[in-house]
């Protein structure tokens, strides 16, 4: 059967599909597009996890989908996996600039990666150049993408140590290398702090080491700082 390309709005503007797990970040990422690019883009629908995010894009058959790395039910990864309509792109927005996350994201199907430190303006330009048919990554982002082609990341290896955690451990691990308290990792990723020790201590008997320094040296190595 011939696959319907995506129609652009009557009105010019790039529609777009919002995916993320945090429904103020949600609502702060609808509300920075509407102050700075209400002319050229149109917000269709958001969703919070993988499920809705595959049904709301089945429905809406949005230009560009902004999409989280770390979702319930799968990941960023997933919905791409589990979305027929090629004519979609995506583009990572997310907390992560890990190199791991960039890497899986792009071999995953999307089409740019940027960090949620982005502007608005910006963000308005890099949906507007994925609409295109652009690549659009932050500066180091790209720097990792360029580097795992040259062979200078090994991407099998760090896959390997990073499938014995879950995406939480992840997540508490790269934040507890950069040097964050618990306290600080619970606030930042809205857990408590008996719940960011229990995540910490499973992830050094993971990955068998016995120390937030040799995780931080560990992590390094790795570039996932």
Same mark, same amino acid.
């Given at each position: 059967?011939?696959?319907?390309?995506?129609?652009?709005?009557?009105?010019?503007?790039?529609?777009?599909?919002?995916?993320?797990?945090?429904?103020?970040?949600?609502?702060? @990422?609808? =509300?920075?597009?509407?102050? !700075? +690019?209400? /002319? %050229?883009?149109?917000?269709?629908?958001? &969703?919070?996890? *993988?499920?809705?995010?595959?049904?709301?894009?089945?429905?809406?058959?949005?230009?560009?989908?902004?999409?989280?790395?770390?979702?319930?039910?799968?990941?960023?990864?997933?919905?791409?996996?589990?979305?027929?309509?090629?004519?979609?792109?995506?583009?990572?927005?997310?907390?992560?600039?890990?190199?791991?996350?960039?890497?899986?994201?792009?071999?995953?199907?999307?089409?740019?990666?940027?960090?949620?430190?982005?502007?608005?303006?910006?963000? @308005?330009? =890099?949906?507007?150049?994925? !609409? +295109?048919? /652009? %690549?659009?990554?932050?500066?180091?982002? &790209?720097?990792? *993408?360029?580097?795992?082609?040259?062979?200078?990341?090994?991407?099998?290896?760090?896959?390997?140590?990073?499938?014995?955690?879950?995406?939480?451990?992840?997540?508490?691990?790269?934040?507890?290398?950069?040097?964050?308290?618990?306290?600080?990792?619970?606030?930042?990723?809205?857990?408590?702090?008996?719940?960011?020790?229990?995540?910490?201590?499973?992830?050094?008997?993971?990955?068998?080491?016995?120390?937030?320094?040799?995780?931080?040296?560990?992590?390094?190595?790795?570039?996932?700082?």
């Amino acid at each position: 059967m011939t696959e319907t390309p995506t129609p652009a709005p009557a009105d010019g503007r790039v529609s777009v599909v919002i995916v993320d797990d945090h429904a103020m970040f949600r609502a702060g @990422v609808r =509300a920075e597009l509407a102050a !700075a +690019g209400a /002319d %050229a883009i149109r917000v269709l629908a958001e &969703a919070a996890d *993988v499920d809705t995010a595959v049904a709301a894009i089945a429905e809406q058959r949005p230009q560009v989908v902004l999409l989280d790395v770390h979702l319930p039910g799968g990941g960023g990864a997933e919905v791409m996996r589990r979305q027929p309509f090629h004519d979609t792109r995506y583009l990572a927005l997310s907390v992560s600039d890990a190199a791991e996350d960039v890497i899986g994201t792009i071999r995953g199907g999307a089409r740019g990666y940027v960090t949620k430190t982005i502007t608005g303006p910006e963000l @308005v330009s =890099a949906i507007q150049r994925v !609409a +295109g048919g /652009d %690549a659009v990554f932050s500066p180091r982002l &790209a720097g990792f *993408v360029l580097d795992a082609f040259a062979g200078s990341i090994d991407v099998a290896a760090v896959d390997e140590d990073l499938d014995r955690l879950t995406e939480r451990e992840r997540e508490v691990m790269r934040l507890i290398a950069r040097g964050y308290a618990y306290k600080e990792v619970a606030k930042e990723l809205f857990i408590s702090i008996k719940t960011v020790e229990t995540h910490m201590s499973n992830v050094l008997r993971k990955l068998q080491l016995s120390s937030r320094h040799e995780l931080t040296r560990w992590a390094s190595d790795r570039r996932l700082l």
